[in-house]
């Protein structure tokens, strides 16, 4: 039948009914709705959810693929009772002070609708300090496969959750992309446990992890082992690996290839010189697309330079994107470092150097900030402990300011940590113009605050308002950032915390 176009009033064309029948069929199509609720915000597939039954299906697989869900919410699905929680410091953390237990167990219907919404998760948060403490009683009740959540994607578990670990390969189906453990401290039964879930998660079929992060303090030989068989298991898919706290780890990497691991966290604080050569070397051969690299390391040299460090040479062969390095020691990055990193690494969008605080340094004179901006033009973010020293002064003096053609703008973000103030006013003003000539206008600065002596009510107000304007709390560092504001035209430098930004991975 041929379609008929009618004028309103208006002369505006208006599709007569066989058009409006097509349009609305189209909005059945699960293909043709998925891709528009793939645009709606959760309000939005919440109310989707109630218009019929085709469009409820869609409209909540939507919402909770894309939540991070909390076990408490599905629980309450299930006859829940609360119980007052014995321990008073439990009443402190929580927010009831009560912790959920089942009352019988579910009838039919209501582990129906609890496993109807329990196939739709992706994403799982297993809590700690909060009041859903869970009951580990649902993981004996007859589950399909096995699995209690058979679409997931990613989980999260945090320190001390309440879910036993025995009880964690009840979550785990060969769906699981991400996996982090924040395990902390663990009993002589939790370690046992955990070696139990690992050994588990290794052996699972068609498992395919993409992200793997395990955050661990205590841990044995045999945990180790134990993720470096899941890490072997997941060697063609797994991309990131966050590995902290596990010091034997490192060693069973050696002979693993992993062809597809992009981004790469380890620890070798606690590995011998020898072996730190051996391992390096391994990791470069066997995972030789790693673009986003964060190192912990102990110098055996004081006042060396990076690169003369046992092994780190090597990482150059790597084409790094991101590099954030943690060594404890006094170790320099040289001009001639700089140069050799910026010929292996042109691309390079990240360095942070010293990122954590504490006795980890990084010593990066001022007058090298230059040439690190010249060597890396892609860099959009720099840290490290920046130090002034006399015998720069002459440098910083002769410094040629770049021209407005030349100045790199790529440099968005730039943390100082601990970095210190020039002692006096005129080293103050001459660092201010160097500065003003080298970074680009409008920065985002960090720099971590470590006064003497802690501060009182009033002073915390007071740099509670520096933060909300931008400003620097210290009055000799804000005087030395609006000086370098007046060398620029008057752009303001906006001082404070800069959050992370993972970009795609969870470092």
């Not at 841990?219 to 899941?230: D, F, G, I, P, T």
């Not at 391992?279 to 470069?284: E, F, K, R, S, Y």
Request: a negative charge.
């Amino acid at each position: 039948m041929q379609a008929t176009v009618l004028e309103d009033s208006r002369n505006v064309p208006v599709l007569c009914n066989v058009e409006r029948i097509a349009g609305t069929q189209a909005l059945i199509v699960p293909e043709i709705l998925g891709t528009i609720l793939d645009y709606a915000t959760p309000p939005t597939l919440a109310s989707a959810a109630r218009v019929s039954r085709t469009w409820s299906a869609i409209a909540l697989d939507k919402l909770w693929s894309n939540a991070e869900v909390k076990v408490v919410e599905l629980l309450r699905i299930l006859p829940l009772r609360l119980e007052e929680d014995p321990d008073p410091q439990w009443r402190v953390w929580t927010t009831l002070g009560y912790q959920q237990t089942l009352q019988r167990n579910p009838t039919n219907d209501e582990w129906t609708r609890f496993c109807s919404y329990a196939s739709r998760i992706r994403s799982l948060v297993l809590p700690s300090w909060e009041s859903d403490r869970f009951d580990p009683r649902i993981t004996e009740w007859e589950v399909e496969k096995n699995v209690l959540f058979p679409r997931l994607r990613k989980m999260e578990y945090q320190f001390k959750c309440t879910i036993p670990f025995i009880h964690l390969r009840f979550f785990v189906s060969p769906t699981l992309r991400e996996l982090s453990l924040d395990i902390g401290f663990l009993s002589e039964v939790e370690l046992q446990e955990a070696q139990s879930f690992l050994d588990c998660l290794a052996a699972t079929e068609n498992l395919r992890l993409q992200k793997f992060k395990l955050d661990c303090s205590g841990a044995n030989k045999e945990l180790a082992v134990q993720v470096a068989k899941v890490s072997a298991a997941n060697k063609h898919s797994i991309e990131t690996l966050e590995i902290r706290g596990l010091s034997l780890y490192p060693l069973l990497m050696v002979g693993q290839s992993l062809q597809n691991l992009k981004a790469l966290d380890f620890d070798l604080r606690e590995v011998g010189g020898e072996e730190v050569t051996q391992v390096i070397q391994a990791l470069v051969e066997g995972c030789p697309h790693v673009a986003y690299l964060r190192l912990r390391f102990t110098s055996p040299l004081a006042q060396t330079d990076l690169l003369d460090l046992p092994g780190l040479r090597m990482i150059l062969a790597w084409n790094l994107l991101s590099l954030e390095t943690q060594i404890m020691g006094g170790v320099y990055f040289s001009k001639a470092n700089i140069g050799e990193m910026g010929q292996a690494w042109p691309k390079l969008k990240k360095l942070h150097c010293s990122w954590s605080s504490g006795r980890s340094r990084i010593y990066l004179p001022l007058s090298h900030l230059a040439d690190a901006m010249a060597a890396f033009p892609e860099l959009e973010e720099l840290g490290g402990y920046f130090y002034y020293a006399e015998e720069e002064e002459t440098l910083l003096r002769n410094h040629q300011p770049w021209s407005e053609e030349g100045r790199p703008l790529r440099l968005q973000k730039l943390r100082l940590g601990r970095s210190p103030l020039p002692a006096s006013q005129d080293h103050r003003d001459l660092v201010a113009q160097y500065l003003a000539g080298v970074l680009p206008p409008g920065l985002r600065i960090e720099r971590t605050y470590s006064p003497g002596i802690p501060l009182d009510e009033a002073q915390l107000a007071e740099a509670g308002k520096a933060a909300a304007m931008g400003r620097d709390f210290e009055p000799g560092w804000d005087a030395l950032f609006r000086k370098i504001e007046e060398l620029q035209g008057g752009v303001q430098i906006w001082v404070g915390r800069i959050p992370g930004d993972s970009e795609g991975v969870w470092f």
